[in-house]
Protein backbone atom coordinates (compact mmCIF):
# COMPACT_ATOMS: atom_id res chain seq x y z
CA UNK A 1 0.00 0.00 0.00
CA UNK A 2 1.14 3.75 -0.34
CA UNK A 3 2.66 5.62 2.63
CA UNK A 4 1.96 8.77 3.11
CA UNK A 5 3.31 11.43 5.19
CA UNK A 6 1.54 14.40 6.24
CA UNK A 7 3.15 17.51 8.29
CA UNK A 8 2.30 19.00 10.34
CA UNK A 9 0.97 16.42 12.42
CA UNK A 10 -0.73 19.25 14.92
CA UNK A 11 -0.61 22.95 14.99
CA UNK A 12 -2.26 26.14 16.96
CA UNK A 13 -2.49 28.66 14.99
CA UNK A 14 -4.11 32.18 15.72
CA UNK A 15 -7.22 33.49 13.96
CA UNK A 16 -6.90 35.24 10.15
CA UNK A 17 -3.34 33.15 9.87
CA UNK A 18 -2.97 30.42 7.17
CA UNK A 19 -1.44 27.19 7.47
CA UNK A 20 -0.19 25.14 4.47
CA UNK A 21 -0.16 21.55 4.87
CA UNK A 22 1.67 18.91 3.34
CA UNK A 23 1.30 15.36 1.95
CA UNK A 24 3.58 13.22 0.39
CA UNK A 25 3.48 9.84 -1.00
CA UNK A 26 6.01 6.96 -1.65
CA UNK A 27 4.84 6.73 -5.46
CA UNK A 28 3.02 8.25 -7.86
CA UNK A 29 -0.50 8.01 -7.64
CA UNK A 30 -3.07 9.67 -10.39
CA UNK A 31 -5.64 10.91 -7.64
CA UNK A 32 -5.41 12.72 -4.35
CA UNK A 33 -7.94 13.81 -2.33
CA UNK A 34 -8.36 16.03 1.09
CA UNK A 35 -10.91 15.74 4.04
CA UNK A 36 -11.70 17.27 7.14
CA UNK A 37 -12.93 15.66 10.15
CA UNK A 38 -14.25 18.40 12.38
CA UNK A 39 -14.76 17.20 16.28
CA UNK A 40 -16.66 13.99 16.79
CA UNK A 41 -18.00 14.04 13.60
CA UNK A 42 -17.27 11.92 10.15
CA UNK A 43 -14.91 12.86 7.31
CA UNK A 44 -16.26 14.93 4.61
CA UNK A 45 -14.17 15.73 1.09
CA UNK A 46 -12.96 19.28 0.47
CA UNK A 47 -11.72 18.65 -2.82
CA UNK A 48 -9.51 15.94 -5.34
CA UNK A 49 -6.01 17.39 -5.96
CA UNK A 50 -5.29 17.37 -9.99
CA UNK A 51 -2.04 17.23 -10.87
CA UNK A 52 -1.22 20.02 -13.21
CA UNK A 53 -4.81 21.59 -13.11
CA UNK A 54 -6.63 23.41 -10.33
CA UNK A 55 -8.70 21.22 -8.06
CA UNK A 56 -11.82 20.01 -7.92
CA UNK A 57 -13.64 21.71 -4.79
CA UNK A 58 -17.18 19.85 -3.08
CA UNK A 59 -20.00 21.60 -2.76
CA UNK A 60 -19.54 24.09 -0.21
CA UNK A 61 -15.46 24.41 -0.33
CA UNK A 62 -13.79 27.13 -2.18
CA UNK A 63 -10.91 27.73 -3.59
CA UNK A 64 -9.93 31.29 -1.92
CA UNK A 65 -10.65 29.49 1.59
CA UNK A 66 -8.31 26.06 1.05
CA UNK A 67 -6.11 26.91 -2.25
CA UNK A 68 -5.07 23.92 -3.23
CA UNK A 69 -1.62 22.89 -5.43
CA UNK A 70 -0.29 19.22 -6.77
CA UNK A 71 2.75 19.90 -8.59
CA UNK A 72 3.66 16.98 -9.58
CA UNK A 73 2.38 13.30 -8.72
CA UNK A 74 3.88 12.71 -5.42
CA UNK A 75 2.96 15.71 -3.47
CA UNK A 76 0.15 18.14 -2.75
CA UNK A 77 -0.69 20.92 -0.56
CA UNK A 78 -3.88 22.28 1.10
CA UNK A 79 -3.74 25.80 2.44
CA UNK A 80 -6.47 26.95 4.95
CA UNK A 81 -6.58 30.73 4.91
CA UNK A 82 -7.43 33.66 7.29
CA UNK A 83 -8.76 31.11 9.39
CA UNK A 84 -11.33 31.45 12.55
CA UNK A 85 -12.32 28.97 15.43
CA UNK A 86 -14.65 27.02 13.36
CA UNK A 87 -11.76 25.60 10.96
CA UNK A 88 -10.51 23.86 14.10
CA UNK A 89 -10.44 20.36 12.53
CA UNK A 90 -8.42 17.35 11.38
CA UNK A 91 -7.69 17.56 7.73
CA UNK A 92 -6.35 14.46 6.03
CA UNK A 93 -4.81 13.61 2.36
CA UNK A 94 -6.21 10.45 0.91
CA UNK A 95 -4.65 8.76 -2.15
CA UNK A 96 -5.89 6.14 -4.76
CA UNK A 97 -4.50 2.90 -4.86
CA UNK A 98 -5.85 0.68 -7.73
CA UNK A 99 -2.99 -2.42 -6.75
CA UNK A 100 -4.05 -5.31 -7.23
CA UNK A 101 -7.02 -4.42 -9.97
CA UNK A 102 -9.07 -3.18 -6.55
CA UNK A 103 -9.97 0.11 -5.53
CA UNK A 104 -8.31 1.45 -2.37
CA UNK A 105 -8.03 4.61 -0.96
CA UNK A 106 -5.58 5.34 2.01
CA UNK A 107 -5.32 8.12 4.44
CA UNK A 108 -2.32 9.96 6.12
CA UNK A 109 -2.10 10.19 9.74
CA UNK A 110 -4.00 13.56 9.32
CA UNK A 111 -3.42 17.38 10.70
CA UNK A 112 -4.79 18.64 13.47
CA UNK A 113 -5.78 22.14 13.48
CA UNK A 114 -6.46 24.21 16.48
CA UNK A 115 -7.42 27.61 16.10
CA UNK A 116 -7.69 30.16 18.83
CA UNK B 1 -26.53 11.60 -3.05
CA UNK B 2 -25.18 9.20 -0.63
CA UNK B 3 -26.11 8.62 2.45
CA UNK B 4 -24.06 6.44 4.75
CA UNK B 5 -25.50 5.49 8.48
CA UNK B 6 -24.18 3.79 11.23
CA UNK B 7 -25.17 3.59 14.91
CA UNK B 8 -23.11 5.57 17.39
CA UNK B 9 -22.10 3.19 19.87
CA UNK B 10 -21.08 -0.44 20.94
CA UNK B 11 -20.00 -1.97 23.91
CA UNK B 12 -18.25 -5.35 23.98
CA UNK B 13 -16.62 -7.74 26.28
CA UNK B 14 -13.33 -8.63 25.52
CA UNK B 15 -13.26 -12.33 23.82
CA UNK B 16 -16.76 -11.70 22.11
CA UNK B 17 -17.64 -10.72 18.71
CA UNK B 18 -18.22 -7.35 17.90
CA UNK B 19 -20.85 -6.65 14.96
CA UNK B 20 -21.02 -3.28 13.51
CA UNK B 21 -23.46 -2.28 10.71
CA UNK B 22 -23.73 0.17 8.14
CA UNK B 23 -26.84 1.11 5.80
CA UNK B 24 -26.36 3.11 2.59
CA UNK B 25 -28.60 4.69 0.24
CA UNK B 26 -27.55 4.29 -3.66
CA UNK B 27 -27.50 0.93 -5.24
CA UNK B 28 -24.68 1.95 -7.78
CA UNK B 29 -22.20 1.77 -5.01
CA UNK B 30 -19.24 -0.25 -6.53
CA UNK B 31 -16.64 -0.84 -3.16
CA UNK B 32 -17.52 -0.66 0.40
CA UNK B 33 -14.99 0.01 2.64
CA UNK B 34 -14.17 -0.12 6.82
CA UNK B 35 -11.54 2.38 8.58
CA UNK B 36 -10.64 2.11 11.89
CA UNK B 37 -9.68 5.42 13.49
CA UNK B 38 -7.96 5.46 16.90
CA UNK B 39 -7.59 8.57 18.85
CA UNK B 40 -5.52 11.29 17.54
CA UNK B 41 -4.64 8.95 14.44
CA UNK B 42 -5.59 9.03 10.90
CA UNK B 43 -7.68 6.57 9.47
CA UNK B 44 -6.77 2.66 8.73
CA UNK B 45 -8.15 0.57 5.97
CA UNK B 46 -9.08 -2.42 7.47
CA UNK B 47 -10.86 -4.01 4.78
CA UNK B 48 -13.21 -3.70 1.53
CA UNK B 49 -15.94 -5.40 -0.23
CA UNK B 50 -16.44 -4.77 -3.67
CA UNK B 51 -20.15 -4.57 -4.76
CA UNK B 52 -20.18 -8.59 -6.47
CA UNK B 53 -19.36 -10.00 -3.47
CA UNK B 54 -21.10 -10.92 -0.43
CA UNK B 55 -18.68 -12.03 2.32
CA UNK B 56 -15.13 -10.91 2.68
CA UNK B 57 -12.61 -12.88 5.45
CA UNK B 58 -9.27 -11.70 6.57
CA UNK B 59 -8.26 -12.77 9.54
CA UNK B 60 -10.74 -12.07 12.58
CA UNK B 61 -12.24 -9.54 10.27
CA UNK B 62 -15.61 -10.96 8.25
CA UNK B 63 -17.31 -8.72 6.15
CA UNK B 64 -20.78 -9.13 4.70
CA UNK B 65 -22.66 -7.60 2.16
CA UNK B 66 -26.63 -7.78 1.72
CA UNK B 67 -26.47 -5.39 -1.72
CA UNK B 68 -30.96 -5.86 -1.82
CA UNK B 69 -31.31 -3.82 1.65
CA UNK B 70 -27.88 -2.35 0.73
CA UNK B 71 -26.68 -3.03 4.48
CA UNK B 72 -23.19 -3.93 4.87
CA UNK B 73 -21.61 -5.31 8.26
CA UNK B 74 -18.51 -5.78 10.31
CA UNK B 75 -17.52 -9.09 12.81
CA UNK B 76 -14.76 -8.69 14.78
CA UNK B 77 -13.85 -12.25 15.80
CA UNK B 78 -12.54 -12.26 19.56
CA UNK B 79 -12.33 -9.10 20.48
CA UNK B 80 -9.54 -7.38 22.29
CA UNK B 81 -8.95 -4.47 23.82
CA UNK B 82 -6.49 -3.07 20.79
CA UNK B 83 -9.99 -3.42 19.06
CA UNK B 84 -11.55 -0.17 20.80
CA UNK B 85 -11.44 2.68 18.45
CA UNK B 86 -14.18 4.44 15.89
CA UNK B 87 -14.71 2.41 12.84
CA UNK B 88 -16.24 4.47 9.50
CA UNK B 89 -18.07 2.65 6.57
CA UNK B 90 -17.10 3.97 3.83
CA UNK B 91 -18.90 3.87 0.19
CA UNK B 92 -17.50 4.53 -2.95
CA UNK B 93 -20.04 5.27 -5.84
CA UNK B 94 -19.43 6.72 -9.32
CA UNK B 95 -16.43 7.37 -11.17
CA UNK B 96 -14.65 10.12 -9.88
CA UNK B 97 -13.13 7.78 -6.60
CA UNK B 98 -15.22 9.82 -3.93
CA UNK B 99 -16.07 8.40 -0.45
CA UNK B 100 -19.06 8.60 1.30
CA UNK B 101 -18.43 8.09 5.15
CA UNK B 102 -21.10 7.03 7.65
CA UNK B 103 -21.15 8.51 11.06
CA UNK B 104 -18.97 6.19 12.87
CA UNK B 105 -19.12 3.70 15.58
CA UNK B 106 -17.53 4.05 18.88
CA UNK B 107 -16.62 0.17 19.72
CA UNK B 108 -16.00 -0.05 23.27
CA UNK B 109 -14.22 -3.04 24.66
CA UNK B 110 -14.74 -3.96 28.39
CA UNK B 111 -12.81 -6.49 30.77
Known amino acids: SAVISQKPSRDICQRGTSLTIQCQVD?????MFWYRQQPGQSLTLIAT?????????ESGFVIDKFPISRPNLTFSTLTVSNMSPEDSSIYLC?????????????FGSGTQLSVL | GEDVEQSLFLSVREGDSSVINCTYT??????LYWYKQEPGAGLQLLTY?????DMKQDQRLTVLLNKKDKHLSLRIADTQTGDSAIYFCAVLTGTASKLTFGTGTRLQVTL
Open chain 1, 27 to 31: SQVTM
Open chain 2, 49 to 53: IFSNM
Open chain 1, 49 to 57: ANQGSEATY
Open chain 2, 26 to 31: DSSSTY
Open chain 1, 94 to 106: SVEDRTGGYEKLF
